[in-house]
């Protein structure tokens, strides 16, 4: 069965940083191309980052450029997303998303190009 498992939400003050995992079981994460999203409270789900299965190809979000990083750990299955001078708005549920039917240099920012996700973390940016 596969399954994606994020961890490392929580509360963090504005400016400071934070790194999500995304551990994935029943399948070989590094098959597979990966996106990060988020939900804030009454608003739609939007791409972050993504990474291609290759990892030569990211693809980010304005909003996230220059202070978001993915990154992926083939042999332990799991993939990060580093955060650093998170801001109030970016109060959220973030979820990791993974699909094989992308090329090797693929990844997309777009939910419905993703066939799995995990459940998500909630991470808070408030003093």
């Known amino acids: 069965q596969l399954q994606l498992v994020e961890s490392g939400g929580g509360l963090v003050q504005p400016g400071g940083s934070l790194t999500l995992s995304c551990a994935a079981s029943g399948f070989a994460l590094g098959r597979y191309a990966i996106g990060w999203f988020r939900q804030a409270p009454g608003k739609e789900r939007e791409g972050v980052l993504c990474?291609?299965?290759?990892?030569?190809?990211?693809k980010y979000s304005d909003s996230v450029k220059g202070r978001f990083t993915i990154s992926r750990d083939n042999a332990k299955n799991t993939a990060y997303l580093q955060m650093k001078s998170l801001e109030p708005e970016e109060t959220a549920v973030y979820s990791c998303?993974?699909?094989?039917?992308?090329?090797?240099?693929?990844?997309?920012?777009?939910?419905?190009?993703?066939?799995?996700w995990g459940r998500g973390t909630q991470v808070t940016v408030s003093s």
């Open positions: 990474m291609s299965r290759n990892s030569n190809t990211t």
């Open positions: 998303a993974a699909d094989s039917l992308f090329g090797p240099n693929g990844c997309s920012l777009s939910e419905s190009d993703y066939i799995s």
